[in-house]
Each structure stands twice: as C-alpha cells, then as structure tokens.
C-alpha cells in the first residue's frame, strides 16, 4: 500500500493545471474559478489552523449539494482532517447521533438543515459554520472566533503580496490514513460509520480517470444530481470531475423530472451519472409517450426503416439529456428491464455500474461499448472479484472483492468489521450475483432480501418486482411474503390513474389482470396470490432503494 501515490496530489495539480478555468457552479447562481476554490480552501485551512484543528481531527458536513459544500469538503481532505459528510434528509436526531459518535470537531451545516438542528443537542462541537458565506453559527472555543472574525486579515499577512498558484501545497496523505467516514443509510437501527482510507480515494479515481474522464473533452460541464453525503455521487460526479478539470454545476434543488430536463438542456452536460429512478422517470415522461404509440410501433417492425427510426428515436433521447452526452451512467440499483431494453435497442449510450460505500465505491464498471444487457460491468482496476458458489456462471452466490478500494472497517465497531471483511482482506457485499467467464458481473439481489419458497427454493423478490414495475399503471413495487404466499404490494401511477378517471376499483381490476399476466411469467414458486394497492410512495434510502424493512408486515 506504500507505493500508492498521495490523493491530494490530484486536487492540487487539478487546481494549479486549471488555476483560470470555471470550477464550479450552483445552477442559476455564481461561479467559482479553480483559482477561487484554491483561495477559498486556503482560507478555509488558515481557520482550521488558528482553530487548534489538527491533522486527523473530524470535521462534518450537513447540507444540500452546492459550491461552499463542495470547497469545505476539499479543504478538509487536503488539510489533513477527516471529513463526515452526513446526509441532509437525515432526521435530526440522526445527525446528532453521526456527530457524535463520529467525534466530530466542527460542523459545516447548509440553509436548510440549520433550521431545524439544536446546538444544544451537540454539545462536543466546538463550532458550527454556515455554508452558505462559512459564517459562525455557533462557537464555544475563543481561537475559533478570533480565527473567523480575523480571517482576512491573517489571510493577507501569510500572502503580503497576492495568492498564486505557486502557494498551493496539501496535506501529502499515506495510503492507509483516514480520509472520511461515510455514514451509511442502513436500514435498522442506526447506521454504520464506513471508514475511507486516502487509497481507496485513490483507486477510484486512478481507474475513473482512465475509464470514464479520458473519453470526455477537458472542460467538459456535468451536472451533479446526486447528493454529495453520498459516495457515488461524490466520487463520479464531483471528485472525478474535480481531478479531471471539468465544470461541475450543482443542481442546489430536489431533483426532480422536470427541473433535471430544463438543466440538461441549459447546461449540455458530457457525462450523466444518476440512479435509476431518475433515469427511469425521465424515460416514462418525456420519452415514451412519443415513442410508444402503434404509429411507432408500426414503423418499428418494417425492417426498410427500421434504421432509421431508431436513429431518429436516439437523436430523440440525446436530445432530452442535452444533445451532448458521451454515455450515461447507471448505479446504486439496476435498471428496470424494460428501460434497459429500450436503450439497448437504439443504440443509446447508457452503461451501469457496481459498488458499495464500503469500496468508496467502484466494483464493477464498464463503458458503454462493452456493455451487456443485464451487467454491471467488468470487476474495476485495483480489484479482484469472486462469486462465493460452486458454478458462479450459472448459480447465484455472494459478491466478494478485495483491493485498494476496501474500507478500514466500521468506526468504533471491530464487530460489524469482522462479519465483513474475512481473515484474507475479503470484504462480502452481501449481494448475489453470477459472473461470465468474460468477467461481466450480473446482480440477482441482496441475500437478506432472499425470500425461501415453501419448497426451499431461492426466491429474489427484485426480479420479480422488476416485471411487475412495467406493467400497467405501476409506478413501483414491492414483493413481500405472508407465510407460504408472495404478495405484491403496489404505488399506483396516481397522476395517469387521475387524468384518465380511473376509480380505486378500476386500478385494483387492471393489477388483478397484472397479477394473471405476470404469473405466466414466473415459476410455479415465484407466483403472486395477489396485488395489494398501496396509497403512497414507498419510503427510501439516501441512494433510493426502498426500506424493505418497514413493509414486512404490511399484509
């Protein structure tokens, strides 16, 4: 591990590379030039130092993604500290509890998350600053209101002159040191610290750099979607794109359909990186309706024009997502089969990869032109892959996979660290997959999602649900089991239901015929005995995969 080279190495020469290019934007708000991100870091250690923070103090991060967000979380990296970037949907109870079991020293909190936590209720802070103008909410050390109140001032006396590139030197990190801890979502009680080293920073961009930012222009402008607390969006959307000299714009708003459509096309972005969901929903709304219809359909099957329509069909799409799109890039969950098939079938550059918070957090990933229709892509460089079974091509077992980008463990808990890193440095994912003998990893669900048919056999609810997702008026669905019997438990597609006057009692007639028509589909095993309506969208993790545990014991 000593040979891998310093992390902070690539924001450095990044920043003094692109020292007058644009850096960073908040969408429909100001600019930041690199050589303003270096100044803004620069004062951002000067605070940190006359604050008494030292190198492998913790230091939090609470707020939606925006440009303050993006540079505090540089500064903390290149100084030495560790970053907790805690997501901003948390209750706030659940903050308080990262703060303080992460042994957080400051907290960097945004506009919204700042009206509804309670100082008093973290009480081992030192002090609180605002993102939006890194004002000081709150300070309980008198170093710390000196250093703010006084910090232009020491900012001219260490650069009597001017700041220049020349001046910008970062903490040169070991590949073993901490460099955050990632608290993930978790489904039951509270969540585990995910402990990053510098190396796995490495290791990700080493190979995303390669994989992914050489096909782009430099210069290129991306849009972030993704929250930033969390590691994919973090690593392929900002960091990446950082290194690689990019224009990032931060989206600063919910992402919705529509809002995420009129950014594509002001902005123009490169590259797309996004979960499913939002893919799937942009699909479904701007798509379809044009492209589905028995007109299309009609021209589709004449083998002459074939071609030509699903050229025409693919310009179509291009130009939804910004008409200049190198490829898109699907993780966090697979893409629903239908929406997969549909971008295969024209051509369209779209591509998915694996990882976890755990590997910070690239598994598996391919570009588009090597992608399989059903794959995650081939196992990243710095990384081994296995399936735990004895036929890995065609029987499903456990993901394990060791290298550079494996966490240390779980902070404060050498327990949960051993149940998933074994003796050999293999860390289990706890997710099934089968892999062909070309490399290409096929996930088939998570093992504690596995339901036992009363027989014994194996049971992956994902894959049904994947089905029953493109059926009609389904918006999403989930599989769950009511002693030997599976049950469909579905969020109807309200605003279709609504505009073409459907009853209760009509949507619960077409899922009866949904459920007849899937079960033609299924093994005699994986058959539904029912669809139950569900009045409201299932709730979700930060990276949007539903909380199964809240729906057990829903029928």
């Known amino acids: 591990m000593n040979t891998i080279p310093s992390f902070n190495l690539y924001i450095e020469q990044s920043i003094t590379k692109n020292w007058d290019k644009d850096s960073l934007t908040d969408y429909k708000g100001s600019t930041l030039q690199y050589h303003d991100v270096a100044r803004k870091i620069e004062k951002l250690h000067i605070l940190f130092e006359n604050c008494g923070v030292s190198a492998g103090d913790k230091?939090?991060?609470?707020?939606?993604?925006?440009?303050?967000?993006?540079?505090?979380?540089?500064?903390?990296?290149?100084?030495?500290?560790?970053?907790?970037?805690?997501?901003?949907?948390?209750?706030?109870?659940?903050?308080?509890?990262i703060v303080k079991h992460s042994d957080a020293k400051l907290l960097f909190e945004g506009d919204v998350v700042a009206?509804?936590?309670?100082?008093?209720?973290?009480?081992?802070?030192e002090g609180i600053i605002y993102i939006p103008d890194y004002s000081l909410v709150l300070s309980r050390s008198e170093k710390l209101t000196y250093a703010r109140e006084h910090l232009n001032e020491l900012f001219c006396q260490r650069f009597p002159k001017y700041f220049r590139k020349e001046h910008v030197h970062y903490h040169q990190d070991e590949a073993d040191e901490v460099a955050m801890i990632n608290y993930t979502s978790g489904t039951t009680g509270f969540s585990k610290g995910v402990v990053i080293p510098y190396r796995a920073l490495w290791g990700n961009i080493d190979f995303l750099l390669e994989a992914v930012a050489s096909k782009l222009k430099h210069d290129s402008k991306v849009l972030s979607i993704l929250p930033m607390a969390h590691m994919y969006g973090l690593?392929?959307?900002?960091?990446?794109?950082?290194?690689?000299?990019?224009?990032?714009?931060?989206?600063?708003?919910?992402?919705?359909?529509?809002?995420?459509?009129?950014?594509?096309?002001?902005?123009?972005?490169?590259?797309?990186?996004?979960?499913?969901?939002?893919?799937?929903?942009?699909?479904?709304?701007?798509?379809?309706?044009?492209?589905?219809?028995?007109?299309?359909?009609?021209?589709?099957?004449?083998?002459?024009?074939?071609?030509?329509v699903k050229a025409s069909i693919c310009e179509r799409v291009r130009e939804v997502f910004g008409s200049n799109l190198y490829e898109i890039i699907v993780g966090g969950a697979g893409l629903n089969k239908e929406v997969e098939q549909f971008f295969v079938n024209i051509d369209f550059p779209i591509t998915i990869g694996y990882g976890t918070t755990e590997t910070a957090p690239m598994i598996a990933f391919s570009d588009y032109k090597d992608f399989v229709s059903g794959s995650c892509g081939t196992p990243a460089k710095h990384m081994d892959v296995k399936i735990l079974s004895d036929?890995?091509?065609?029987?499903?077992?456990?993901?394990?996979?060791?290298?550079?980008?494996?966490?240390?463990?779980?902070?404060?808990?050498?327990?949960a660290t051993k149940a998933v890193i074994d003796p050999e440095g293999w860390f289990h994912t706890g997710d099934l997959g089968t892999m062909s003998t070309d490399g290409h990893l096929f996930i088939r669900g998570r093992i504690k999602n596995m339901l036992l048919g009363s027989s014994g056999q194996n049971i992956y609810p994902e894959e049904i649900e994947d089905k029953l997702n493109s059926m009609a008026m389904v918006n999403e669905s989930l599989i769950i089991q009511n002693g030997e019997k599976l049950v469909g438990l579905v969020y109807p597609d309200v605003e279709e239901a609504r505009s073409m006057g459907f009853s209760e009692e009509d949507l619960q007639n077409i899922m009866e015929q949904n459920r007849i028509?899937?079960?033609?589909?299924?093994?005699?095993?994986?058959?539904?005995?029912?669809?139950?309506?569900?009045?409201?969208?299932?709730?979700?993790?930060?990276?949007?995969?539903?909380?199964?545990?809240?729906?057990?014991?829903?029928v």
């Open 115 to 125: 009206a509804i936590l309670d100082a008093a209720q973290m009480p081992n802070l």
């Open 391 to 415: 036929s890995p091509e065609q029987r499903p077992g456990e993901i394990i996979t060791r290298g550079t980008n494996v966490m240390l463990g779980y902070y404060k808990n050498e327990q």
């Open 59 to 97: 230091i939090a991060l609470c707020g939606r993604n925006s440009s303050n967000w993006a540079v505090a979380f540089l500064a903390i990296l290149t100084y030495g500290a560790v970053a907790v970037p805690i997501q901003h949907e948390f209750l706030p109870e659940q903050i308080y509890n």
């Open 235 to 308: 690593t392929c959307e900002f960091i990446l794109q950082f290194c690689y000299g990019n224009h990032i714009y931060f989206l600063t708003r919910l992402p919705s359909p529509t809002i995420i459509a009129e950014a594509f096309e002001e902005i123009r972005p490169a590259l797309v990186v996004s979960v499913p969901m939002i893919v799937e929903k942009i699909v479904r709304k701007k798509i379809f309706p044009d492209v589905q219809n028995n007109k299309m359909k009609l021209l589709l099957n004449m083998p002459v024009i074939n071609k030509k």
């Open 517 to 554: 028509e899937l079960n033609k589909e299924l093994p005699s095993f994986c058959k539904l005995s029912t669809i139950k309506l569900h009045n409201k969208e299932f709730e979700k993790t930060p990276k949007k995969s539903i909380k199964r545990y809240l729906y057990q014991n829903a």
